[in-house]
């Protein structure tokens, strides 16, 4: 089994920065792309960025110059740097990561539960 838990949410006001967590563990062989998702109330979940295991990153064009992901491969986790946080960035975040788990033939995407990050005007 492989789990994903993150960390990092909370309230701050527009302008601030969080930095978000997400450590994977568990029956891991490897972790190919791993990123991270938003949902907000009434919306759809949304990428916000992902990075390859090679260090490579998309973001959505919401984002692009305000949050930066990372990931530390020796530490199976990843990093959602948010900067100049809007009241729009507030949703429940979530991390993915394709994760190829020990005695299995191929990577399988898992969920973490998600955290509530909450920006206020």
């Known amino acids: 089994q492989v789990q994903l838990v993150e960390s990092g949410g909370g309230l701050v006001q527009a302008g601030g920065s969080l930095r978000l967590s997400c450590a994977a563990s568990g029956s891991i062989f490897s972790i190919n792309a791993m990123g991270w998702y938003r949902q907000a109330p009434g919306k759809q979940r949304e990428l916000v960025a992902a990075i390859t295991s090679g260090g490579s990153t998309n973001y959505a064009d919401s984002v692009k110059g305000r949050f930066t992901i990372s990931r530390d491969n020796a530490k199976n986790t990843v990093y959602l740097q948010m900067n100049s946080l809007k009241p729009e960035d507030t949703a429940v975040y979530y991390c993915?990561?394709?994760?190829?788990?020990?005695?299995?033939?191929?990577?399988?995407?898992?969920w973490g539960k998600g955290t509530l990050v909450t920006v206020s005007k």
């Open positions: 993915n990561a394709d994760v190829w788990a020990i005695a299995t033939p191929r990577g399988v995407h898992y």
